[in-house]
């Protein structure tokens, strides 16, 4: 499995922005389709974004559309997540994701993950 470290969380107001990267290793990062995921206390982990092999086909969660863009660069092994316009119900523990396919958006549909990243927005 390709190996997945998260980073560039952290607190900042409604209305900012964030940017994670999920560097990859182990394996060759463009045969996997890369996802974000979050989860937040007491809830289950949900979809955010994902985007194919070589960038050019995304799907977002309806709650971000809009406000966040999914990127990768495979040259440097690493997917990035935009985040603007950031609301408090946006607070979460942000994970990379990756899988072969391009079929479901269920956590059980991508074998590998990073350890996470959070996420905290204030009002």
């Known amino acids: 499995q390709v190996q997945l470290v998260e980073s560039g969380g952290g607190l900042v107001q409604a209305g900012g922005s964030l940017r994670l990267s999920c560097a990859a290793s182990?394996?060759?990062?463009?045969?996997?389709?890369m996802a974000w995921f979050r989860q937040a206390p007491g809830k289950e982990r949900e979809f955010v974004a994902r985007?194919?092999?070589?960038?050019?086909?995304?799907d977002y969660a309806n709650s971000v559309k809009g406000r966040f863009t999914i990127a990768r660069d495979n040259a440097k092994n690493t997917g990035y997540l935009q985040m603007n316009s950031l609301k408090p119900e946006d607070t979460a523990v942000y994970y990379c994701?990756?899988?072969?396919?391009?079929?479901?958006?269920?956590?059980?549909?991508?074998?590998?993950w990073g350890q996470g990243t959070q996420v905290t927005v204030s009002s």
């Open positions: 182990g394996r060759t990062f463009s045969n996997y389709v």
């Open positions: 994701a990756a899988a072969r396919l391009y079929s479901g958006t269920e956590p059980r549909d991508f074998a590998s």
């Open positions: 985007i194919s092999w070589t960038g050019s086909t995304t």
